[in-house]
């Protein structure tokens, strides 16, 4: 009985790999831009300010949100710069927890406990985002986009989870066939086994 994936799970498994590097992707790009906060939230004013200014004028709010966190981060670089440090770790721990995403890449099946702990990490996003959020003054509007890098980023990871269902059931499969056919082998051994015996007696 062959043991090679049919196309089904190589299919599946080719899914789970592709998803599983967007995720990968999506972390490491989170992580970089974690560290020149200064510098984007400069730029991001400048284009509030100029070339999208049509449209930040329907955002009053918005916008003086976003204009108070371009001066905030910028003073405290100035007056306080070791802070800094702090994000610095949280931009190496968006590359680290990326590079946990290896051993899925590598052999889902054996590795879903990572996916099923990063599941529960974008499930906590939420809570975090309902109890800290107000107690360091971040806007309400402000905390569902904190939370929707949760909801957003546990699709992927439902997608992948599903896949290696499909896989598991495949592979499955193949094992309880494989065991069938070796039953059954065995009962023609041991069958004619006991034909010849039950022969060499009447002889």
């Not at 400069?42 to 108070?68: M, N, Y």
């Amino acid at each position: 009985m062959s043991r090679t994936p049919n196309e089904t799970e190589r299919t599946a498994l080719r899914t789970v790999r592709r998803w599983l590097w967007i995720f990968v992707v999506c972390l490491v790009l989170s992580g970089l831009t974690a560290f020149p906060l200064e510098t984007e939230t400069r730029w991001l004013a400048d284009l509030a300010t100029g070339p999208a200014a049509p449209v930040s004028e329907h955002f009053p709010g918005l916008l003086a949100k976003l204009l108070q966190v371009r001066d905030g981060i910028a003073d405290t670089n100035r007056r306080y710069p070791f802070l800094a440090y702090g994000t610095d770790w949280l931009a190496f721990a968006h590359l680290v927890i990326a590079v946990a995403f290896w051993g899925p890449i590598q052999d889902p099946v054996r590795n879903v406990w990572v996916i099923r702990w990063a599941t529960i990490a974008c499930g906590a996003i939420i809570p975090l985002a309902l109890i800290c959020g107000p107690l360091r003054g971040i806007p309400l509007y402000w905390r569902f986009v904190d939370m929707s890098f949760g909801v957003v980023g546990v699709v992927p990871l439902l997608i992948v989870l599903r896949g290696i269902r499909s896989i598991e059931r495949g592979a499955a499969g193949r094992s309880t066939r494989r065991d069938a056919g070796h039953d059954t082998g065995d009962d023609t051994v041991h069958g004619t086994g006991r034909r010849a015996a039950g022969t060499a007696a009447t002889a």
